[in-house]
């Protein structure tokens, strides 16, 4: 099993956040704001469901990994930690999906 996980992803967005580096894509990214990060996290999910839908299993894995980075830049830049999202979906799992929906006044969708 791979070490590398999200938790070390989220500290090496953020040192390279703090970093000034003029050559880091994710220096670069923070600096240009919410607006640019969001548009790319955007892209990156369009793409996800793209390859998803093409049942194309390489492009599925390379951009949920790109999906996945621009997220969690995305909540650095809102100042928001994984741990924070990690707790909010642990609080989710003691109840149905479509219960849980109900109680944010969301209906459930169908799965058709």
């Known amino acids: 099993?791979?070490?590398?996980?999200?938790?070390?992803?989220?500290?090496?967005?953020?040192?390279?956040?703090?970093?000034?580096?003029?050559?880091?894509?994710?220096?670069?990214?923070?600096?240009?704001?919410?607006?640019?990060?969001?548009?790319?996290?955007?892209?990156?999910a369009?793409?996800?469901?793209i390859a998803a839908v093409a049942r194309d299993k390489k492009a599925l894995i390379a951009?949920?990994?790109d999906l996945v980075y621009h997220w969690l830049?995305?909540?650095?830049?809102?100042?928001?930690?994984?741990?924070?999202v990690m707790l909010e979906l642990e609080s989710r799992t003691g109840r149905s999906g479509i219960a849980e929906k109900e109680s944010r006044g969301k209906p459930p969708e169908s799965a058709a």
């Not at 369009?46 to 469901?49: N, P």
């Open 46 to 49: 369009v793409e996800t469901v």
């Open 1 to 44: 099993m791979n070490e590398f996980d999200l938790s070390r992803l989220e500290g090496i967005i953020a040192e390279r956040a703090n970093s000034g580096d003029t050559q880091s894509w994710t220096a670069r990214l923070i600096s240009a704001g919410m607006d640019k990060a969001a548009k790319k996290l955007g892209e990156e």
């Open 63 to 65: 951009e949920s990994a």
């Open 73 to 84: 830049v995305v909540l650095k830049i809102a100042g928001v930690r994984l741990d924070e």
